[in-house]
């Protein structure tokens, strides 16, 4: 079983920026692909991030691309979203997971909320 807290969550206005944390409750190496979804109201859950396991690539939503960093810091069992040039539409409860072979694990979310 793994936990993650999130943090980092909050009110910013439009272009601003915010970097979300995510600590995990054991050691987490790259064997584990590290996420972050967000989910609007009304709408479903999305994928906004994914660092992959073993070669560290990353993958975006088309919506975020140049706009957010998913990075990693194994040492510290945190992974990490810079979100920069925010915009209203990427209000949304943002959670994290934690892949490990076919196992998912989920934190309980962080609230970002961009103001126009």
């Known amino acids: 079983q793994v936990q993650l807290v999130e943090s980092g969550g909050g009110l910013v206005q439009t272009g601003g920026s915010l970097r979300l944390s995510c600590v995990a409750s054991?050691?987490?190496?790259?064997?584990?692909?590290m996420s972050w979804y967000r989910q609007a109201p009304g709408k479903e859950r999305e994928l906004v991030a994914r660092s992959n396991r073993f070669d560290g690539t990353s993958n975006y939503a088309d919506s975020v691309k140049g706009r957010f960093t998913i990075s990693r810091d194994n040492a510290k069992n945190t992974v990490y979203l810079q979100m920069n040039t925010l915009k209203p539409e990427d209000t949304a409860v943002y959670y994290c997971?934690?892949?490990?072979?076919?196992?998912?694990?989920w934190g309980q979310g962080t609230q970002v909320t961009v103001s126009s």
């Open positions: 997971k934690a892949t490990f072979v076919t196992n998912d694990y």
């Open positions: 054991k050691f987490i190496d790259s064997t584990y692909t």
